[in-house]
């Protein structure tokens, strides 16, 4: 294969391999993956043999994830890092008290609009929300990112956990160390702890959302009495194949994310120059349309957790520390139900996003590209309008299907901190709770005693 130019335009039939978990194996010139080794004495056409684990060395065969990659010149091979100048302020790995503050409020923020100023997927990436610390490697962060150019002579690496970004406006065209994805909106891309990677925005403009896991990799949920099929189907998933970059490429810079921090080093040629490689620990996109969503067929709405596409587990068995679950196009078809999602209040912490259309619980004030954020035993659910709507159809009300939307949320266990730029952002909708202060009682009282209660006031009967 031809030495090429990450700016060149990605081809519209781009090749990718497809499964979950998989061990996969590519070579963008044939005969360069060593055979029966890893790392023979010299590697076929004088690469360089270099591994990236993503979890230790002895964690449990199973579980176990590292790749090989056979490139032209090493990552070692860079001048030291420094702290990137100026300083990125609105990052966040690590909760506490003096960057970030606690509350129990609904919060709900409208679409930042995108920035006039040249403004890269680096510069444009805040964090909203988190928990824990990377450093412990125990915890999440939620951000969002607002873009208008594509990187330049640069590559982004996150030492801190991996990134899912969840793009809401304009295609992402991602270079990574493994080979090339184009991700466009109704589609998410995992891109694993320590991968080199460079964003293009081929629209222009763009706008996502990024959840950040510290310490613990996104799997597939499991399907329980679901059975062997259903939800993200593992050849759903697809890999990037093997591409590279030769060539001398002076003052190459790579951003390095290590503990909320953005450091620099300076290097003479492009990351991107792996020209085989083979492993399990690998970025890889899933278009959410595929999903395959159960539902209720009889009464009563499911929990939210029958959407989950991927989860990140803790040691506690069904406990996520990060869930991502969609809100597709399907059919509501539960007699004698209250279809929307119920009113509730959960131990788990719920940060919700939408890619396009409309969310079924919110008539108004919800719109694609915002966010809203219900905490640790908040109380949240449909809005007034919502609610009245769907009683007043009554129960006779047929099959309904909703169409042309994709909502999402991240769910956590942890309780998450909100960082003050979020607070205190102009996009904050701070009439949020105004769209539940309309709901009235419909109380009748026509369950208490007939012979003790007034049944038009509901009022007991003096006697």
């Not at 928990?131 to 962060?141: D, E």
């Not at 460079?198 to 510290?214: I, K, M, N, Q």
């Not at 990351?271 to 083979?278: G, K, R």
């Not at 996003?353 to 954020?373: Q, R, V």
Request: charge should be negative; hydrophobic fraction near 35%; glycine fraction near 8%.
């Amino acid at each position: 294969m031809e030495c090429c130019s990450r700016s060149s335009n990605f081809p519209s039939d781009l090749e990718y391999q497809t499964g979950f978990g998989n061990h996969f194996s590519s070579e963008a010139i044939v005969g360069t993956l060593p055979q029966g080794q890893n790392s023979p004495l010299i590697c076929p056409f004088g690469l360089y043999a270099e591994q990236i684990s993503g979890t230790s060395f002895t964690s449990p065969r199973k579980l176990n994830q590292r790749s090989w990659l056979y490139r032209i010149k090493p990552s070692v091979t860079h001048e030291p890092f420094r702290p990137r100048m100026p300083r990125h302020e609105k990052l966040v790995s690590e909760f506490n008290q003096s960057n970030s503050s606690a509350t129990p409020t609904q919060l709900r923020w409208k679409p930042v609009e995108i920035p006039e100023t040249p403004t890269d997927f680096i510069d444009g990436l805040y964090t909203i929300c988190g928990a824990g610390s990377s450093y412990l490697r125990h915890g999440f962060a939620i951000h969002m990112y607002t873009a208008n150019k594509s990187m330049e002579n640069s590559a982004f690496c996150n030492a801190d956990g991996d990134f899912l970004i969840v793009p809401q406006k304009g295609r992402l065209w991602i270079t990574t160390e493994c080979g090339r994805l184009q991700v466009c909106p109704g589609e998410i891309v995992i891109l694993p702890q320590g991968y080199r990677f460079a964003v293009d925005l081929p629209d222009g403009p763009s706008r996502g959302y990024v959840a950040e896991t510290f310490g613990t990799h996104l799997q597939l949920p499991d399907l329980g009495p679901i059975g062997a099929n259903g939800l993200a189907a593992p050849r759903d998933f697809l890999v990037p194949v093997a591409w590279y970059e030769d060539g001398s490429r002076p003052g190459y810079t790579i951003v390095q994310k290590y503990g909320g921090e953005l450091f620099t080093a300076k290097q003479d040629f492009s990351p991107f120059n792996v020209v085989a490689w083979h492993g399990n620990y690998v970025p890889y996109k899933y278009d959410l349309s595929k999903f395959c969503p159960y539902n209720t067929v009889l009464m009563d709405h499911s929990d939210p957790s029958i959407n989950t596409v991927l989860t990140a587990p803790t040691d506690k068995p069904g406990v996520a520390l990060l869930d991502f679950v969609i809100f597709p196009p399907r059919w509501l078809v539960a007699e004698h139900t209250f279809r929307p999602p119920y009113y509730h209040r959960n131990c788990m912490s719920e940060f919700m996003g939408l890619i396009y259309g409309g969310y079924e619980a919110k008539a108004d004030g919800f719109h694609p590209g915002g966010a809203s954020l219900h905490s640790c035993m908040t109380p949240h659910g449909p809005d007034t309008k919502t609610y009245e709507a769907t009683i007043a159809l009554g129960n006779e009300a047929g099959p309904h299907r909703i169409a042309d939307t994709m909502a999402f949320m991240f769910e956590s266990c942890l309780i998450p901190r909100v960082c003050p730029w979020a607070l205190e952002s102009p996009f904050m909708d701070h009439d949020y709770y105004q769209c539940w202060i309309g709901l009235k009682s419909h109380f009748s009282g026509l369950s208490m005693n007939e012979d003790n209660v007034d049944l038009q006031k509901g009022k007991p009967i003096e006697r």
